[in-house]
């Protein structure tokens, strides 16, 4: 199957080339569902598909919001510069806006987005017939009926699925409630997230008296979703005919993005390969920042968590290593504060996870350091060994009361 990871700026994407994409998946600055991922300009964007393909890493580029007619004398150039940069797919929701990549964008494969809900496989036939190469299906969707799907539909037709991240209580995103709360319109990429809230009861003519809503004795975050992680089930995604595991998360950290990859990097392979499967990748998922996880709807309802929509951080990034000698001298850039001797976890571009603590730490200009505390300074450090740039450094902390 092939991996699929998020890249919503070129931090991002730099690590999910790096550790172990079969493809990414980005947006430009328009015609995107993450308004809030970084995303790339006019001018980045051709940077980002030449970096990606440098390291045999298929781009898929999202233009997946229902565009409004205003919107759609803007699109035809947006889709030509999508095609003249090379960009291997694209991710599309609107059927107009579908059509119109086949006239602007011929070169670009195109992907029927999760948002369009495909959840049968006469709606996945129809749309290779309209000549999409893949369809991404709706994540309501268990093993037997993507089974269901991939015996019914053309052999040339992908089917993709999400595999792990972040769950809408709406289908598949088809929500109002952001829009009609504080005017975010979910559909546009600008989801707020109100279903992350904590609600009470306020009774009309008693302001101010609030009154816990309870779905049971656990508590009143009645919509919170569990996040996907099937990480233990590549296996049952390779059995019923699964063509490529889309790892969501554009708008996460670029440590989230560098972990997660390599994480189902590892698994994916060893379990291709027929061989059993290194514990300490599946726990690297639980090092990253998430909400209580769950299997999708796979293997049925995925349940919720009412106790409290906080995530669990437990660990930290406080460096990227930048370069390193055989002698393990390193030029690292930091971005959470450490202290000389503090335990540490390194882990890196197909670098197995090991604890390490820094012999030494050093100003550019060679001035000894005791810590390190502004975010993004470049220092200097003696590691135990050579790691590959990129590795990245962390130690744990609990943040999940912030």
């Not at 816990?212 to 004795?217: A, G, I, K, N, T």
């Not at 919509?223 to 089930?233: A, E, F, K, P, V």
């Not at 012999?359 to 350091?369: F, I, M, N, V």
Request: with cysteine; net charge negative; charged share 25%.
């Amino acid at each position: 199957m092939e991996l699929l990871a998020p890249a919503g700026d070129m931090e991002k994407l730099n690590m999910a080339v790096r550790y172990g994409a079969d493809a990414v998946y980005l947006a430009g600055t328009s015609f995107g569902m993450r308004s809030f991922a970084g995303n790339f300009t006019p001018e980045e964007l051709p940077r980002a598909v030449e970096l990606a393909h440098s390291f045999g890493v298929r781009t898929h580029v999202t233009v997946n919001t229902m565009a409004r007619g205003d919107e759609l004398e803007r699109l035809p150039a947006h889709l030509e510069l999508l095609n003249d940069a090379g960009v291997d797919a694209l991710i599309v929701a609107d059927l107009g806006a579908f059509r119109m990549a086949q006239t602007y964008a011929p070169r670009c494969e195109l992907h029927v987005s999760t948002q369009v809900s495909v959840a049968n496989h006469a709606s996945a036939t129809a749309w290779f017939e309209l000549g999409a190469k893949r369809v991404v299906l709706a994540r309501e969707l268990s093993l037997e009926e993507i089974a269901a799907i991939r015996a019914k539909t053309p052999p040339a037709l992908e089917l993709e699925v999400f595999a792990h991240g972040a769950m809408c209580v709406s289908y598949s995103g088809r929500c109002l409630l952001s829009n009609y709360m504080t005017g975010r319109d979910s559909n546009r990429g600008a989801c707020a997230q109100p279903c992350r809230y904590q609600y009470y009861l306020m009774e009309e003519k008693r302001p101010g008296e609030y009154f816990p809503v309870f779905e049971d004795e656990k508590g009143t975050y009645i919509m919170n979703s569990r996040d996907m992680c099937m990480i233990d089930h590549l296996d049952d995604l390779m059995r019923v005919g699964v063509d490529c595991i889309k790892l969501e998360g554009r708008a996460k950290s670029a440590y989230y993005a560098a972990i997660v990859t390599g994480a189902y990097r590892h698994v994916l392979d060893d379990v291709a390969g027929g061989r059993p499967v290194d514990p300490i990748w599946r726990n690297e998922v639980e090092k990253l920042s998430h909400r209580h996880y769950s299997t999708g709807f796979f293997y049925g309802q995925p349940g919720q968590y009412y106790e409290d929509s906080r995530y669990i951080r437990e660990y930290q990034v406080v460096a990227i290593i930048q370069e390193c000698d055989a002698d393990g001298n390193a030029l690292a850039s930091l971005r959470n504060k450490f202290s000389l001797g503090e335990p540490l976890e390194a882990v890196g571009p197909n670098l197995r996870p090991f604890s390490l603590k820094a012999a030494q730490l050093r100003s550019l200009e060679g001035e000894p350091l005791s810590e390190v505390r502004t975010p993004q300074m470049m220092f200097r450090m003696k590691l135990p060994c050579q790691v590959p740039a990129w590795t990245i450094l962390r130690h744990q902390v609990d943040l999940s009361a912030s």
